[in-house]
């Protein structure tokens, strides 16, 4: 691809005693799109990128413009790649405005930027989202959806050009699922990558530019959502029979059979 | 139009009540500061000689008013021990919080994870046995080998955890097992011991301000003013910790350097108390407790509200050992576990009810 800048080569991860997966590749990543990791439970989704997000002992390479970001230092890869994990801590006393900050201010992105600057850039965030009225709330108080908000909000305040999201969606209503999808098709287009695990294969054919279908830690296919999303991949990945149709509004969407 | 009027209002008003918020933490950390000074005054003014408090004021501003006798007591009994238990308040909650955040878990403090039972077999075999280091005067071989002993315990629990790549609970449960096999080593020592020295041993396990003196306070006051920039200079990564490993990583946090620089901290701030004043247990759980109730746990205000709290409640404790049996000075430490005691069950209580 011409303008690929993310590029994922040889990858190797696991835990301590389990290898999840090997010798991994994913061709070019244009900037500005969004990539959707599905696949059934156990396939590696989660694995996958906290690989990228070099959470874990991880042997290949990945590309991005000109760094191989898992050479680069752990500070300087903050910079570039953000990642909301799947699960949030229940008990923590922090507000949420609080939490925000904290992630700004550590290992801060830009030394000279001041604390009332850093508040600023939070209130700003929560107000563009709609967590306003919850800036004051510690986060064990939030409901689950909330929190899901917030966490997504830690992710993204550090404007990274690498985001990174674990079922970013998997707690909220219809009406937050679309407005966090917007905000983040939004986010891509402004020239950042977001990688996302989607259990919901319409949200990712809907929202996505590219699907990723692991399938045993193994992709099973990638690709534009017209040519991964299909009965037989439904029927190989997923064990069940089902159709992919188009809508009225030219996406596709699943239907399962049996 | 009017829908971004009233979205500006109320970020002025969100904003402004952040604010007043943050304000209010500070006033809290210096009424702590305020109230600690006003427990220390209370608790030089009184003790079991009955001084009236005009003795004690000249005393201490020494008018040579105050006969020898009295300025003794003051000098060298009730101002050292006074001032000890501030420190060793401080120290015991500092090192409490610290130890809270790394290890993700309320009830964790330098009791509760072996410190003090390390400390005290180290000083069982001081009296004991009559096993210490060279180069110590038999004045300070007791709390040299609780010194050596607490530490070694924190650095086991370390190594325990980095040798086995363990998590956060199999860390809290190699403390428990600490806790355990130490207890079990001193209770041979005890088997063993001669009346006196099993006496002297029991006495030490109570936890006792009385063992205070100058020296003792220089050095913790030199530990404590040594450590508090170093873990108010972490508290941006601490409080990133509380979000998990995972998040922490993803900022660029080297979360295994961050636990190890704060477990060397516990260290030095738990042992050194743990050795000149015995076992105190439960204000390291109780003092970020509190502190976490009043100021949340952003650690820029939770480190210093947990060491003033400690402060605080050890001077208090300190009073109430004087005055519950008047004339007598009990043992501090059994003023703080029953009042500690209740604390950690009610946190154990809430905690299940989640």
């Known amino acids: ?258 | 139009m009017a829908d971004n009027t009233l979205n500006k209002l109320t970020r002025t008003a969100i904003e402004e009540r952040y604010h007043k918020k943050i304000g209010t933490k500070w006033m809290i950390i210096i009424a702590l500061m305020i109230a600690s000074l006003i427990s220390f005054c209370f608790d030089i003014s009184i003790g079991p000689s009955s001084l009236k408090i005009t003795e004690v004021i000249n005393a201490l501003i020494k008018t040579g008013v105050a006969d020898q006798a009295t300025e003794v007591i003051v000098w060298q009994v009730r101002l050292p021990y006074a001032v000890m238990a501030l420190l060793v308040g401080m120290a015991l909650s500092l090192a409490g919080a610290e130890m809270q955040t790394i290890l993700n878990n309320p009830l964790a403090s330098p009791f509760t994870l072996g410190v003090s039972a390390a400390a005290s077999l180290g000083a069982g075999l001081a009296i004991i046995l009559g096993i210490s280091f060279p180069f110590f005067s038999e004045n300070w071989a007791v709390s040299t080998n609780a010194f050596v002993f607490a530490f070694a315990s924190v650095l086991l629990i370390q190594a325990l955890a980095k040798w086995r790549g363990a998590g956060v609970d199999v860390l809290v449960l190699f403390g428990i097992a600490l806790v355990f096999t130490f207890n079990a080593l001193q209770a041979l020592l005890h088997f063993i011991a001669s009346p006196e020295a099993l006496q002297q041993l029991v006495f030490w396990n109570m936890g006792s301000l009385a063992r205070a003196n100058w020296d003792k306070v220089r050095i913790l006051a030199l530990i404590t003013t040594i450590i508090i920039p170093f873990s108010m200079a972490s508290s941006w990564k601490m409080t990133a910790l509380r979000f998990g490993e995972e998040r922490a990583m993803s900022l660029g946090i080297d979360t295994k350097k961050l636990r190890f620089f704060s477990m060397l901290r516990i260290s030095f701030l738990s042992a050194t108390a743990v050795a000149f004043v015995g076992t105190i247990g439960f204000i390291g759980l109780v003092g970020p407790h509190i502190a976490r109730m009043l100021v949340g746990e952003d650690h820029r205000f939770w480190f210093p509200a947990s060491l003033l709290s400690g402060a605080l409640i050890m001077s208090m404790a300190s009073i109430a050992s004087k005055i519950i049996v008047p004339g007598t000075l009990i043992p501090v430490g059994v003023v703080t576990a029953l009042v500690g005691i209740p604390v950690f069950l009610w946190l154990i209580i809430k905690k299940g009810k989640k």
């Open chain 1, 1 to 258: 691809m011409m303008n690929a800048v993310l590029e994922i080569k040889n990858l190797s991860a696991g835990y301590p005693h389990k290898k999840i997966f090997k010798d991994f590749n994913i061709e070019g990543i244009p900037n500005g799109s969004i990539v959707a990791l599905v696949g059934p439970n156990a396939a590696g989704k989660s694995t996958l990128l906290k690989s990228v997000a070099s959470l874990l002992k991880v042997e290949g390479e990945i590309h991005y413009k000109q760094l191989n970001i898992l050479k680069e230092s752990k500070i300087n890869r903050s910079k570039i790649v953000g990642y909301m994990p799947q699960h949030q801590r229940d008990e923590i006393e922090l507000t949420v405005i609080e939490s925000l900050i904290t992630v700004l201010k550590v290992n801060a992105l830009d030394h000279n930027s001041s604390l009332p600057e850093i508040e600023k850039r939070g209130f700003d965030l929560l107000e563009e989202i709609g967590l306003l009225d919850i800036a004051l709330e510690p986060l064990k108080n939030l409901s689950g959806g909330q929190k899901q908000m917030a966490s997504l909000a830690q992710a993204i305040i550090r404007k990274p050009q690498i985001l990174l999201l674990d079922e970013p969606t998997s707690a909220l209503d219809l009406h937050h699922q679309v407005a966090v999808m917007k905000y983040l098709k939004n986010y891509a287009a402004k020239g950042n990558i977001i990688i996302m695990v989607l259990h919901d294969l319409n949200l990712a054919a809907r929202w996505s530019d590219f699907l990723v279908v692991l399938s045993k830690g193994k992709i099973y296919n990638y690709g534009k959502a017209a040519d991964v999303l299909t009965p037989q991949m439904l029927n190989d990945v997923y064990h069940v029979k089902g159709r992919v149709e188009k809508c009225s509004n030219h996406f596709l969407q699943v239907m399962v059979d049996a």
